[in-house]
């Protein structure tokens, strides 16, 4: 009996433990890699939601030719979007700046600072509304 075990092939310990190990520095880079994913993620969704409150406060132009009048830097989710926009849906990072009667700027702060869309975006809005991290604009322009 001891003959037959002893001739059945398998796996050397030093063997198992490359395996594992190799297993392990892999597992630890996907990890690493998927951390920028969820980031990445929150961002799209928060500039789409971004660009809805831009909508929103087009049709409040459209109703009374002229953005909401509150100090700059307020918060979005205080200009009273209404049905419009879903007061969930609003970034809590958002913040609104009216630049005149008829132009405003609304930004908020992005998780990836390496995002390039927001250096475009506050180049053309000229302005950041007073988010000061990583900020992406929309505006009436």
Same mark, same amino acid.
């Given at each position: 009996?001891?003959?037959?075990?002893?001739? &059945?092939?398998?796996?050397?310990?030093?063997?198992?433990?490359?395996?594992?190990?190799?297993?392990?520095?892999?597992?630890?880079?996907? &990890?690493?890699? @998927?951390?920028?994913?969820?980031?990445?993620?929150?961002?799209?969704?928060?500039?789409?939601? &971004?660009?809805?409150?831009?909508?929103?406060?087009?049709?409040?132009?459209?109703?009374?030719?002229?953005?909401?009048?509150?100090?700059?830097?307020?918060?979005?989710?205080?200009?009273? &979007?209404?049905?419009? /926009?879903?007061?969930?849906?609003?970034?809590?990072?958002?913040?609104?700046?009216?630049?005149?009667?008829?132009?405003?700027?609304? +930004?908020?702060?992005?998780?990836?600072?390496?995002?390039?869309?927001?250096?475009?975006?506050?180049?053309? +809005?000229?302005?950041?509304?007073? /988010?000061?991290?990583?900020? @992406? +604009? /929309? +505006?009436?322009?």
């Amino acid at each position: 009996m001891k003959k037959i075990l002893q001739k &059945l092939p398998a796996f050397t310990l030093i063997e198992l433990l490359v395996v594992i190990s190799i297993i392990g520095i892999l597992a630890a880079l996907l &990890l690493a890699n @998927f951390a920028g994913i969820r980031d990445r993620a929150d961002d799209a969704k928060n500039k789409n939601n &971004l660009k809805q409150v831009q909508t929103a406060l087009r049709m409040m132009y459209n109703d009374s030719q002229s953005y909401p009048d509150v100090p700059a830097g307020t918060a979005c989710s205080g200009l009273g &979007l209404g049905a419009n /926009v879903s007061a969930s849906d609003i970034p809590a990072t958002c913040r609104y700046e009216r630049v005149s009667s008829d132009s405003f700027r609304a +930004c908020i702060s992005l998780n990836n600072g390496a995002d390039s869309d927001g250096p475009a975006s506050v180049t053309r +809005c000229g302005g950041t509304a007073g /988010v000061t991290t990583s900020p @992406f +604009c /929309v +505006c009436s322009n």
